[in-house]
T-cell receptor, first 114, second 118 residues
């Protein structure tokens, strides 16, 4: 079975400061990892993914994520937060050897204060 | 970019009635679409995988007779909530993958449908 854990319900950061949203995963095969963002009453927007290759993945809107195999983590980062980054962020995993559907974490609400 | 259109965006219905939600891929074809359900302040729970031209695959605990899924074409999947009850009130989101891209490509999501059953 595949699973994702996002240990923080909410992350608060001041505008201009770096932000990190944590994610750890569990899969039986090779992990395919994704980050999505959700704005109120909307669907999910894709930010970035890790399939293979460089452990540091760059995505949309200045976000990046670092894949750490030994720690089974895929934390989302951004060097300088914007108020407009405030939203709900979901980490998701797919077992490369298994099912095609994504399994999502519980979500982390990012609040960027001006 | 790839667009998934979900309709309606919100619906209010009376208990006992049925509601149909449509999910369309506007500029790509999708042999597979996924239906998720999201409770307030919670994550997305996969309900079923919709396969074009064949029966949907339901997740454990999801009643297939209550949540009817039809994927009649490469651009349209529908979810019908039959005999809706207040506990079916939720946010339903569909997603699809462009069949012309690898299975590693990201899913594209609709904007969701907020269902309220009174």
């Amino acid at each position: 079975a595949q699973s994702v854990a996002q240990p923080e319900d909410q992350v608060n950061v001041a505008e201009g400061n770096p932000l990190t949203v944590k994610c750890t995963y569990s899969v039986s095969g090779n992990p395919y990892l994704f980050w999505y963002v959700q704005y109120p009453n909307r669907g999910l927007q894709f930010l970035l993914k890790y399939i293979t290759g460089d452990n540091l993945v760059k995505g949309s809107y200045g976000f990046e994520a670092e894949f750490n195999k030994s720690q089974t983590s895929f934390h989302l980062k951004k060097p300088s937060a914007l108020v407009s980054d405030s939203a709900l962020y979901f980490c998701a995993v797919r077992d490369g050897a298994g099912r095609r559907a994504l399994t999502f974490g519980s979500g982390t609400r990012l609040q960027v204060q001006p | 970019g790839a667009v998934v259109s979900q309709h309606p965006s919100w619906v209010i219905c009376k208990s006992g009635t049925s509601v149909k939600i449509e999910c369309r891929s506007l500029d790509f074809q999708a042999t597979t679409m996924f239906w998720y359900r999201q409770f307030p302040k919670q994550s997305l729970m996969l309900m079923a995988t919709s396969n074009e031209g064949s029966k949907a695959t339901y997740e454990q605990g999801v009643e297939k007779d209550k949540f009817l899924i039809n994927h009649a074409s490469l651009t349209l999947s529908t979810l019908t909530v039959t005999s809706a009850h207040p506990e079916d009130s939720s946010f339903y989101i569909c997603s699809a993958r462009d069949r012309g891209l690898s299975t590693n490509s990201p899913l594209h999501f609709g904007n969701g449908t907020r269902l309220t059953v009174t």
